[in-house]
């Protein structure tokens, strides 16, 4: 199947799809005469877990580590669940940086009048790094 095809079939622009094959991250199973890639079921699959890893916010890089092994049928389930562990840590990580963030705005976003005075205690806090 050609390009559109393929990603109408994976859910993503086509745009995604050819970035994905410019990378090496999911090549397309062949190319025709007239030079347009061609996509079979097995490469539409490779995108639709593309498309999944990445919407649990895997980088490029850890897409492609776990599309290798989920290739691979003699992998072990520890590694996939060794990067899975990984990247759950550092989503924990963000979400504790955002509370800390949502925590602080709304102090300032609650210091602050909002009427049509100039002194803004967001503004100052922000110039500053304090919480009003």
Do not use: W
């Given at each position: ?119 803004c205690p967001i503004l100052k806090g922000l110039a500053?790094?304090e919480t009003a």
């Amino acid at each position: 199947m050609n390009i559109g095809d393929a990603a109408r079939a994976a859910g993503l622009p086509t745009k995604t799809v050819r970035y994905y094959a410019e990378i090496g991250l999911v090549k397309p199973a062949a190319r025709r005469e007239n030079g347009y890639r061609d996509y079979g079921m097995q490469e539409v699959q490779q995108l639709r877990f593309v498309q999944r890893t990445r919407s649990f916010g895997f980088s490029i890089d850890t897409c492609r580590e776990l599309l290798a092994l989920y290739a691979d049928h003699n992998r072990a389930s520890a590694d996939v669940k060794a990067i899975a562990l990984d990247h759950l840590a550092q989503i924990e990580t963000k979400m504790a940086e955002l509370q800390s963030l949502h925590a602080e705005l709304t102090n300032l976003a609650s210091a602050c009048q909002g009427d049509k005075r100039p002194d803004c205690p967001i503004l100052k806090g922000l110039a500053v790094g304090e919480t009003a």
